[in-house]
């Protein structure tokens, strides 16, 4: 089991930045890729940034790409999303999540957090 904690999430003004976390436990954080997904108020989530196990590729949805950072630092079993330039459209319940491989599906990560809130203001 690999348990995830987000946080970092808040009230912004459209154009500023927020940085979420994603704390892991459990099992060998670095055996796993991590990924970000959001839900939006009546919406299906959706994926926003994955990073595999060792840091060394990432890749984005293009509705962030330029935007979103992701990145990790497996010492501190944490994952990270730089979000610069917010957009009042990014307003979402944003999720971390593992899996063994690579990959954006959603389908395809096994362990998930509990979401953390981010809203946009225009």
Same mark, same amino acid.
């Given at each position: 089991?690999?348990? #995830?904690?987000?946080?970092?999430?808040? +009230?912004?003004?459209? $154009?500023?930045? +927020? /940085?979420? %976390? =994603?704390?892991?436990? $459990?099992?060998?954080?670095?055996?796993?890729?991590?990924?970000?997904? /959001?839900?939006?108020?009546?919406?299906?989530?959706?994926?926003?940034? !994955?990073? %595999?196990?060792?840091?060394?590729?990432?890749?984005?949805?293009?509705?962030?790409?330029?935007?979103?950072?992701?990145? /990790?630092?497996?010492? &501190?079993? !944490?994952?990270? +999303?730089?979000?610069?330039? #917010? &957009?009042?459209?990014?307003?979402?319940?944003?999720? =971390?999540?593992?899996? +063994? $491989?690579?990959?954006?599906?959603?389908?395809?990560?096994?362990?998930? $957090?509990?979401?953390?809130?981010?809203?946009?203001? %225009?």
């Amino acid at each position: 089991q690999v348990q #995830l904690v987000e946080s970092g999430g808040g +009230l912004v003004q459209a $154009g500023g930045s +927020l /940085r979420l %976390s =994603c704390a892991a436990s $459990g099992r060998t954080f670095s055996n796993y890729a991590m990924g970000w997904f /959001r839900q939006a108020p009546g919406k299906e989530r959706e994926f926003v940034a !994955t990073i %595999s196990a060792s840091g060394g590729w990432t890749f984005y949805a293009d509705s962030v790409k330029g935007r979103f950072t992701i990145s /990790r630092d497996n010492a &501190k079993n !944490t994952v990270y +999303l730089q979000m610069n330039v #917010l &957009k009042p459209e990014d307003t979402a319940v944003y999720y =971390c999540a593992a899996r +063994l $491989g690579l990959g954006a599906k959603e389908y395809e990560y096994d362990y998930w $957090g509990q979401g953390t809130q981010v809203t946009v203001s %225009s």
